[in-house]
């Protein structure tokens, strides 16, 4: 039997990633921009589609804004209200040679697309070696008191599905480094983007090409005592409680994820080996989250070398609240992380 995943169009390499260039400060939305302004100049069969992603407005967030005047309305189109319409639209582009990027207005909207996504998009390797090239962008998670159709974190549905992969950058650097990736790949990808992080985080990001390898880990922070596995927002909260226990002479390793599907499994099984006790953090509803497989994987590969048990901390199983301390109350956050580390640091 075939494998259900299509060969890369362009092979990228840790080497490609760790490659030196001009470094720039920029702030997490503003790396995704440049990503796509990149890879748009670079290959003309990259083209986006989206609700108000054209014209002066350049979509919810203004990633796009400018694009329709460079690139024409041909290459930035805007659709309707109609995600089902559009990703199925973008599937068909993508079958004859296309690479559309295809942005969600919010990740939460991502279900009316559903049966296009699951149905068709991933599975049409399997049923036909027909590569499906076309990226997502989801902008997802909370903390911006946005509610409950605005705030949602669906990639546990995606992890779930064979035939997708899934990102969730926690850094500039790894947005635009894996949105090239993600856009040069041919398989369908879910990008999940942070909208908590969009202008709050800045940070180092190469020019030019680089490209972040889909499917390797990365070790955010060195540790002895503990490790803090996790990805997308809860990266900067995990690296800030981690700070803080350093104060007090626990050493916590910090795991970026980066890619969700599929998951580095060594680089998982490297720090367990290295720290035995290991908390996993991810700001989605905690039951059947991402965070429930890797528990998993690391109870059946890695047990021997674990020294506690696995702890995990996610949103609670409810709505995400508007109100603000409500969401508060919701979401994990660098106080919360600390004080689940400090208890797992003296088990």
Partial sequence: MKTAV??????????????????REMTYLAAIREALQEEMRRDPNVLILGEDVGGTFGGAFKVTQGFAEEFGDRRVMNMPLAEL???SAATGMALMGLRPVVEIQFADFITTAFDS?????????YRWQAPVPWVIRAPADGGIRSGPFHSQNPEAWFVHTPGLKVVAPGTPADAKGLLIAAIRDNNPVIYLESKTLYRSLKGPVPAGEYVVPIGQARLAREGEHLSIITYGTQLRESLAAAERLAQEGIEAEVLDLRTLKPLDREAILQTVRKTGKILIVHSANRLAGVGAELAAQIAEDAFEWLDAPIRRLGGADTPIPFSPPLEDAYRPDAEKIYRLARELAAY
Avoid: S
């Fill in 117 to 125: 996504i699951v149905q068709f998009a991933a599975t049409n390797y």
């Fill in 6 to 23: 299509a060969t890369e169009a362009h092979v990228a390499t840790a080497d490609q990633a760790d490659a030196p260039a001009a470094v």
């Fill in 85 to 87: 319409a559009f990703v």
